[in-house]
């Protein structure tokens, strides 16, 4: 599977559970949310944007995908939600590993971009680190309709936070549909 095929197969309605572990203070806590999932085509103004914003050429794009989420975690009062788009820069010499440009978070001085990798075992891993955090995600499909997914999140000094999601597709586009949908677009 390369990543135009995992984020094909990620595409529609889901539901994710959340079990996050905050190792600095020693407590958990559990959330719950709703993502949804769209490939957006190569031309799309957002995919061109973004390449614009991280100066590469838009042309490099493997495709492109939103993820929009709303949800709750059990310690905040207030409910996350909100979206971004991703959009994978493949590596000249290995298609499998590259770039992961994002939107910036509003928390952010300027763009970070990530790396991706496929594993042998279709294992998507994305990295993103700056001067003060690093985060490693690693996603999976158990079946095409079972999502799981780690992540571990460091600050300079240590662990900070380590994540497990199980994610279920409630709806929307199903993954052979999807790719048969990319194919004639």
């Given amino acids: ?11 529609g309605k889901w539901f994710s ?17 709703n993502l949804l999932i769209e490939m957006l085509p190569k031309d799309d103004p957002a995919i061109i944007a973004l390449c614009e914003q991280y100066a590469v ?3 490099l794009a493997l495709c492109g995908i939103r993820v929009t989420w709303d949800g709750k975690m059990e310690w905040d009062k207030e409910k ?18 590259g770039k992961l440009l994002r939107t910036q978070d509003s928390v952010e001085k300027a763009p970070v971009a990530g790396r991706y990798a496929i594993s042998k075992d279709d294992v998507l891993v994305l990295t993103t680190e700056d001067d003060t955090l690093s985060a490693e995600e690693r996603l999976w499909f158990a079946s095409p309709n079972l999502r799981l997914r780690t992540s571990v999140l460091k600050q300079s000094g240590g662990f900070r ?13 199903k993954p052979a549909e999807n790719a048969s949908a990319s194919a004639t677009a």
Avoid at 80 to 97: F, K, M, Y
Avoid at 161 to 173: H, K, L, Q, V, Y
């Fill in 80 to 97: 996350p939600a909100g979206s971004t788009v991703l959009v994978p820069i493949a590596h000249s010499e290995n298609p499998n590993e």
């Fill in 57 to 59: 050429d838009p042309t």
């Fill in 1 to 11: 599977m390369d990543i135009v095929e995992f984020f094909q197969q990620s595409s």
């Fill in 17 to 33: 559970q959340r079990s996050s572990h905050h190792l600095a203070v020693n407590q958990s806590e559990g959330g719950k949310s």
């Fill in 161 to 173: 936070t380590a994540s497990f999601c199980s994610e279920i597709r409630m709806g929307g586009i």
